[in-house]
């Protein structure tokens, strides 16, 4: 089975801080995602990676950095947390399908609030 | 931009009914659409997928239905059970969509006994 692992199921920061949000998975699978949830708003990309030390910015990358040094691995970087950034975070692996297509595996998920 | 759409924010069924959801789309380009499940406090699971080549797809209780034309796609459960109860997501890819998937915003199903 195909694992993603997160590393805190819940985080509570302060304004200001720098957090550091981690996922790893263990199929080598070249894509990997960051989205977060939000509710009445689904899921949102925030960024991707196809490759080791590349990255996509997605649909809202603002106020987050990631980092993709090791291909098992994709960083998540909230650089001053602020209280719009309470969320929960969900990370995600990929393969193309054999039926044609992104298949994505997700997490557990990061509840984040921001205080 | 909401690309794919999921315009019932809840649904509720009786045990034992259909259950269908439904979801829009406004791209064309799009030519793989899943479905994915999500219970609280955690991730969402890939639950059905089917390619635009394709009109239907079924999997047991699950089966999604597309219409291309009318940019429309459908998941019907039968029967529903209690433990279908969670938040549906419909998704969409496309060639040039940089390997990531479009969400729509979700359907919460509630199954009753």
């Known amino acids: 089975d195909v694992k993603v692992t997160q590393s805190s199921r819940y985080l509570v920061k302060r304004t200001g801080e720098k957090v550091f949000l981690e996922c790893v998975q263990d199929?080598?699978?070249?894509?990997m995602f960051w989205y977060r949830q939000d509710p009445g708003l689904g899921l949102r990309l925030i960024y991707f990676s196809y490759d080791v030390k590349m990255k996509e910015k997605g649909d809202i990358p603002e106020g987050y950095s990631v980092s993709r040094e090791k291909k098992e691995r994709f960083s998540l970087i909230l650089e001053s947390a602020s209280t719009n950034q309470t969320s929960m975070y969900l990370c995600?692996?990929?393969?193309f399908g054999a039926g044609g297509g992104e298949k994505l595996f997700f997490g557990s998920g990061t509840q984040l609030s921001v205080l | 931009d909401q690309q794919v759409k999921q315009n019932s924010p809840s649904l509720s069924v009786q045990e034992g009914r259909i259950s269908i959801l439904n979801c829009d789309y406004t791209n064309s380009m799009f030519d793989y659409f899943l479905w994915y499940k999500k219970y609280p406090a955690e991730g969402p699971t890939f639950l059905i997928s089917?390619?635009?080549?394709?009109d239907k797809n079924e999997d047991g209780r699950f089966t999604v239905f597309l219409n291309k034309s009318a940019k429309h796609l459908s998941l019907h459960i039968v029967p529903s059970q209690p433990g279908d109860s969670a938040v549906y997501f419909c998704a969409a890819s496309h060639p040039n969509s940089g390997y990531a998937l479009n969400f729509g915003k979700g359907t919460s199903l509630l199954v009753t006994p």
């Open positions: 995600a692996s990929s393969f």
């Open positions: 089917i390619s635009s080549i394709k």
């Open positions: 199929m080598d699978h070249e894509n």
